[in-house]
Each structure stands twice: as structure tokens, then as C-alpha cells.
């Protein structure tokens, strides 16, 4: 089993950012990949970004097209963490947003469904 906690959301003004974090604990070891997601209000959870977490594409990154060029995805092996750095947000970026992690597949996919594990979300809120 994996446990995923999000933290660091919370409301902020178009164009400033935001940083996410999630931490890992349990058999993170076992990982192939892991993403964040998100829900905006009465709308379908929708692939944000995701991380290679081992094997030879190990720390390769594949983001959606909706925040291409504004968020960035990191990782730290040794604290088992991902971040999302987000930048120059916007209204529309408004949701919940989660933590999630695959026991294996591809990180290059952004099916929700792949997923093994997911965190409670933290929100984002961005006023315009």
C-alpha cells in the first residue's frame, strides 16, 4: 500500500502561483508513475501532469495540454515527494487537486482509471 497527502493549495489571484506538494509513504518502491489530477466544480477529474518514477525514463515528465508551458512537475526521491509548481494561473484552473501513483504503465498516460492510489486533494481556488 502507498499513502499520498497533498498539501499547499489554497486561494490566490490570476497570474501568481502556486506550489503543491505530495508526500509518498509505504511501498513507493513498487511505483511506476506518478501524476497529479484535477476536479473543478461539477466537471470530470482531468489529467494534470505526471513523473516516470523509476526504469530508464525515470524522472521524465509528461504534462497535459491545458497547462503545458505554466506548471512544472518535480520529484525528490529521497523525501519520496512530488511538487507542482504552478504558474500564472488562471480562473479556469480553479479545482480540487489531487496526488495519485500507479503501481505500473507508462507515466505518458493520463487516464485516471491507471491509477492505484490517491490522495484526499487539496483545492485551488484562483480569482479573477
Known amino acids: 500500500q502507498v499513502q499520498l497527502v497533498e498539501s499547499g493549495g489554497g486561494l490566490v489571484q490570476a497570474g501568481e502561483s502556486l506550489r503543491l506538494s505530495c508526500a509518498a509513504s509505504?511501498?513507493?518502491?513498487?511505483?511506476?508513475?506518478m501524476g497529479w489530477f484535477r476536479q473543478p466544480p461539477g466537471k470530470e477529474r482531468e489529467f494534470v501532469a505526471a513523473i516516470s518514477w523509476s526504469g530508464p525514463s525515470s524522472g521524465s515528465v509528461f504534462y497535459g495540454d491545458s497547462v503545458k508551458g505554466r506548471f512544472t512537475m518535480t520529484r525528490d526521491n529521497a523525501k519520496n515527494t512530488v511538487d507542482l509548481q504552478m504558474n500564472g494561473l488562471k480562473p479556469e484552473d480553479t479545482a480540487v487537486y489531487f496526488c495519485?501513483?500507479?503501481?505500473?504503465?507508462?507515466?505518458?498516460?493520463?487516464?485516471?482509471?491507471?491509477?492505484?492510489?490517491w490522495g484526499q486533494g487539496t483545492q485551488v481556488t484562483v480569482s479573477s
Open positions: 495519485a501513483a500507479k503501481r505500473s504503465g507508462s507515466y505518458s498516460s493520463s487516464r485516471p482509471y491507471e491509477y492505484d492510489y
Open positions: 509505504g511501498r513507493t518502491f513498487s511505483l511506476s508513475a
